[in-house]
């Protein structure tokens, strides 16, 4: 799993907190929204910090809750009226789009310079012309 930045746990903390009530969104969602590469480190995110979000509304790609959480998952979701249908939520009723904001806009540099990310720090590296 590629490092992990406080932005980006900010990040995927920020797009869980934004999914409203009645909607779902699935960790491939998330890690889109949030420029990640892997809907595992969403998993991985949300297993070590997010007791104080709505972590019911995030499940996986075929719109099944997480095993160990099922019941008490499907029970959530249920009191905010999204009802599954064999174990499954129906992505197409309740899957959330994140609005263009939200998402994670990488830096596309300038003619400066460019950005490079390394660890938790943003180095500047000039570029030489001539």
């Known amino acids: 799993m590629p490092a992990v930045t406080d932005e980006h746990i900010e990040q995927v903390r920020a797009l869980v907190a934004a999914i409203p009530a009645g909607r779902v969104a699935t960790y491939g969602d998330i890690a889109a929204a949030a420029g990640l590469s892997s809907p595992r480190t969403v998993g991985w995110i949300m297993r070590t910090d997010s007791a104080d979000l709505p972590w019911h509304r995030v499940i996986n790609a075929s719109g099944r809750p997480a095993r160990h959480l099922r019941a008490r998952q ?4 249920h009191a905010e009226g999204i009802l599954s249908v064999d174990g499954r939520i129906p992505l197409q009723q309740h899957r959330y789009a994140f ?3 939200l998402q994670y806009q990488p830096d596309q540099g300038s003619s400066a310079g460019q950005t490079r990310k390394r660890g938790r720090r943003r180095t500047r590296v000039q570029r030489m012309d001539g």
């Open 74 to 77: 499907l029970e959530l979701l």
């Open 99 to 101: 609005p263009r904001r």
